[in-house]
């Protein structure tokens, strides 16, 4: 690989297992450049790169004790970030739907994905979405996806662990994805476009 592979060693990822913060700073140190330009390429977007990169790096903390200490920790490291962004334009998408008003949407008719979706009938089936949700779950996604708070914020609010936050939103975002099943990828196309 590079050279910054090289200063990887195995007694730095023994550290990071063994719960030593100062061996994350160092891998944060080592490949943090690397990892925000990748996330900022993707995402486009400084402040939302550095976001990715924290969360990341938080990832690679709470599995330290699973690594491999043979592994690639850059690969780890990308493969997470991957991921990560898949799930931050997922759930930017969700909170744009979220935000929008069916009138505000479909004025061109011409685009043939706006000519096969009715736009209130799937913002209703949304709507329908989020009130099977437990009355916890949907006031926390709502929090997340339509006021735009952080984990730590609706935590805080809601008097929770951000453990329990970050499930509520993994849970709504399946409930919605299964429920919506082929509509969920109409609905990331026409927000991201």
């Not at 009355?135 to 730590?152: D, I, P, T, Y």
């Amino acid at each position: 690989m590079d050279n910054t592979t090289n200063l990887i060693s195995p007694k730095l990822l023994q550290r990071l297992r063994h719960g030593e913060e100062d061996a994350l700073r160092s891998l944060l140190d080592l490949l943090g450049p690397k990892v925000l330009a990748y996330c900022k390429k993707k995402v486009g977007n400084e402040e939302d790169a550095e976001e990715l990169l924290l969360d990341i790096f938080l990832k690679l903390w709470r599995f330290r004790e699973k690594i491999d200490l043979t592994a690639d920790v850059q690969v780890l490291l990308f493969t997470i970030a991957r991921n990560h962004i898949l799930n931050f334009i997922r759930n930017k998408a969700t909170r744009q739907l979220a935000t929008i008003a069916p009138e505000e949407v479909l004025p061109q008719q011409d685009d043939h994905i706006r000519q096969r979706m009715d736009y209130n009938e799937l913002f209703n089936q949304y709507q329908q979405v989020l009130e099977k949700l437990g009355e916890k779950q949907r006031a926390v996604f709502r929090m997340s996806r339509e006021e735009g708070l952080s984990h730590r914020e609706i935590a805080d609010k809601l008097g929770i662990s951000i453990r329990t936050v970050e499930a509520h939103i993994h849970s709504s975002l399946k409930t919605i994805r299964t429920e919506l099943k082929d509509a969920y990828i109409l609905i990331v196309l026409l927000l991201i476009q």
